[in-house]
């Protein structure tokens, strides 16, 4: 009977793994989609203290402060442009999920395909440096194989 308890748990926390919560402000919005487009937003936008996790995910109470913030911005009827820009101004690119490509992020955007492409050239130098010397035939094995190209079956 307790073996049978044990896989009903076990099947139950597997299940109950892939589910993600949110945070459940009580914010009343003027629509549904001014909602969804706030959470959206709230999503994109990094917690300046927790760092790793978003404005939504995160618990911490600036977060929280923030999430009302843009709530109440996409409410008022701020774009979304503005909102970011009025994070930004505040807590700088950094509260950005996807940063901005421009001259402070340019080593962040192109490091990748720059190791890529070094990675590439370490590869091709070590390839091509390793040719094998082909061995020069010899006589013999030069009439051989002419004897074997003559044979038709």
Request: proline share 5%; charged share 20%.
């Amino acid at each position: 009977m307790i073996r049978w308890w044990r896989y009903v748990s076990l099947l139950l926390l597997l299940v109950a793994l892939p589910l993600s919560a949110e945070i459940v402000d009580t914010w009343q919005f003027n629509n549904q989609e001014n909602q969804q487009r706030a959470i959206a937003l709230a999503k994109q936008l990094r917690c300046p203290q927790c760092q790793n996790q978003n404005l939504v995910e995160s618990t911490s109470p600036i977060a929280r402060d923030l999430r009302l913030e843009v709530y109440r911005m996409v409410d008022e009827g701020k774009t979304n442009d503005q909102i970011v820009k009025v994070m930004t101004h505040r807590f700088g690119d950094f509260v950005l999920y996807k940063p901005r490509f421009n001259g402070q992020t340019a080593l962040l955007w192109l490091s990748p395909f720059i190791l890529l492409l070094i990675a590439l050239l370490a590869l091709w130098r070590s390839v091509s440096s390793c040719k094998l010397p082909v061995p020069e035939m010899s006589e013999e094995q030069k009439r051989q194989l002419a004897e074997l190209l003559e044979k038709k079956p």
